[in-house]
């Protein structure tokens, strides 16, 4: 019995779509034109301080209580207060 050399390599089967979280975005600097990256669509271009509005952002900012230093979370209050 031989090995055979000839097998196709496995099928590499479709991924689904998956939310992998933030992503690099790359726009072109409004005022300047160099072109600047950003998360998910919020830039700061380190040239000239141009900063896009919030809100063009690609997906909604998290909110208050989702930043582990947000008072009133459990365990925040006991990490700041030492
Ligand atoms: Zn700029």
């Known amino acids: ?5 000839d097998t196709p390599p496995p099928a590499v089967a479709p991924q689904p779509p998956v939310d992998e979280g933030p992503k690099i975005t790359r726009t072109d600097c409004d005022r300047c034109g160099t072109q600047v990256a950003g998360i998910d669509g919020r830039y700061a271009c380190g040239v000239c301080g141009w900063v896009n509005h919030w809100s063009e952002g690609h997906r909604p900012l998290p909110t208050a209580e ?17």
Request: some cysteine; hydrophobic content about 30%.
């Open 66 to 82: 989702a930043d582990v230093d947000c008072p009133g979370r459990p365990g925040a209050a006991a990490q700041r207060d030492r």
């Open 1 to 5: 019995m031989s090995a055979r050399r």
